[in-house]
Each structure stands twice: as C-alpha cells, then as structure tokens.
T-cell receptor, first 119, second 111 residues
Framework: EPEVTQTPSHQVTQMGQEVILRCVPISNHLYFYWYRQILGQKVEFLVSFYNNEISEKSEIFDDQFSVERPDGSNFTLKIRSTKLEDSAMYFC?????????????????FGPGTRLTVL | GQQVMQIPQYQHVQEGEDFTTYCNSSTTLSNIQWYKQRPGGHPVFLIQLVKSGEVKKQKRLTFQFGEAKKNSSLHITATQTTDVGTYFCAGAGAGSYQLTFGKGTKLSVIP
C-alpha cells in the first residue's frame, strides 16, 4: 500500500540553526501539507501546497518557515532559525484532492512524522 | 479565527462499553473529518462528513454531522482494546480548505 515517508525520524538541533525536514508524498497525489503536533497537544495546520505554490498557510507559518518541492518526489519544510518552541512532531501529509474541500471523500494520508528537538 | 472544541479530553471505558466523543465548532463548517492516532503513531483518516445531518457508519463506529454543520460526534459501540488511541475531529470552514483540529479525546479501554 502506498505511504507517505518522512526523514529523519528524529532531528536534534541547536537553537538558531536551520533544519530541513523531508517528505516523500504518495506518488500520484497533488496536494501536500505540513502539520505540527507539540507533545500531548492537538495537530496544527501549517501549510498546504499545490501546483508548486502555497495554497494556504496558518499564522504559525511565519517568515522562518518555507516549503519547497525541489524535484518530482520530495516535499521539504525548512525552518531557518529554530526556536525552543519549534520542538514538536512535524507531520507531512498528501492527498489526491484538496483536504477540506467539498468532495464527499478526500482522505489525507499522514507520514510517520519527524520529531524535532530544539536545544 | 475558527476554533474546534472536543470533549471529553479523556475517556476510560471497560471493554464492551460504548464510547462517544463530541466536537463543536465556533463557526459553520464546510465539512468535518475524523482521525485516529495510536500512541506514538500518526493520524489516520477515518471519515469525512459533508452534508448537514449526515450519518455514516463503519462497523462499530457511527459518525454524525449536525444539522447546523457546527457539531459532530463519533460513537463506538462495544469498545475493544484495539480502539485505544486519540480521536481527533478536524473541520474546514466555509471558503477555506485549512483543517482545524480539535484537541482530541484519548480513549483507554480496560480489558
């Protein structure tokens, strides 16, 4: 069964350092998302991406964050200068239709996540 | 901004008992999705509801979307230990595809 993959599974970094989290969405999917989940808390939307551009972004997704699809398979999230409060699990997701849309069925597939620890 | 509240935060049930989690939005939703997250795992899509008053069933799981499209519920009949996990609702507001998640209900099933 196709699945979303993410690397690394765990990233430890020093405050102020740049990190790049990588995701390989399901191959025929067109819509890509990043979410974060601080330990024990709810899942928070960061950004959605379609046709090589950002579709929507949340207030969390400030100038420190950027996304890119550098080739036909990878989807990356970059945090330029990490802060302690960026420590969280970051999930990538993909769908073949726009999640939240009016389609009666548009399942979003989540990857296993990258646990980011900022020291 | 849009807020999605979910109750209860925790629920402990004896195996075989029923379980219900409720979701309320501060604004009218275009649709609502439900996810299950096992401990240490990632969210797994369960279902999406789109229509006002919609009811969908998946084996022992029953999902409802309120008439005003501002609330939803998930009911599990005769819980099993495999139902353990956190159940999240996630709603999209009118004019937006951004999903807002509730805080989730963590279900524990005592064998």
């Amino acid at each position: 069964e196709p699945e979303v993959t993410q690397t690394p599974s765990h990233q430890v970094t020093q405050m102020g350092q740049e990190v790049i989290l990588r995701c390989v969405p399901i191959s025929n999917h067109l819509y890509f998302y990043w979410y974060r989940q601080i330990l024990g808390q709810k899942v928070e939307f960061l950004v959605s991406f379609y046709n090589n551009e950002i579709s929507e972004k949340s207030e969390i997704f400030d100038d420190q964050f950027s996304v890119e699809r550098p080739d036909g398979s990878n989807f990356t999230l970059k945090i330029r200068s990490t802060k302690l409060e960026d420590s969280a699990m970051y999930f990538c997701a993909s769908s073949d239709r726009l999640a939240g849309g009016y389609s009666s069925y548009n399942e979003q597939f989540f990857g296993p996540g990258t646990r980011l620890t900022v020291l | 901004g849009q807020q999605v509240m979910q109750i209860p935060q925790y629920q402990h049930v004896q195996e075989g008992e029923d379980f219900t989690t409720y979701c309320n939005s501060s604004t009218t939703l275009s649709n609502i999705q439900w996810y299950k997250q096992r401990p240490g795992g990632h969210p797994v899509f369960l279902i999406q509801l789109v229509k006002s008053g919609e009811v969908k069933k998946q084996k022992r799981l029953t999902f409802q979307f309120g008439e005003a499209k501002k609330n939803s519920s998930l009911h599990i009949t005769a819980t099993q230990t495999t139902d353990v996990g956190t159940y999240f609702c996630a709603g999209a507001g009118a004019g937006s595809y951004q999903l807002t998640f509730g805080k989730g209900t963590k279900l524990s099933v005592i064998p």
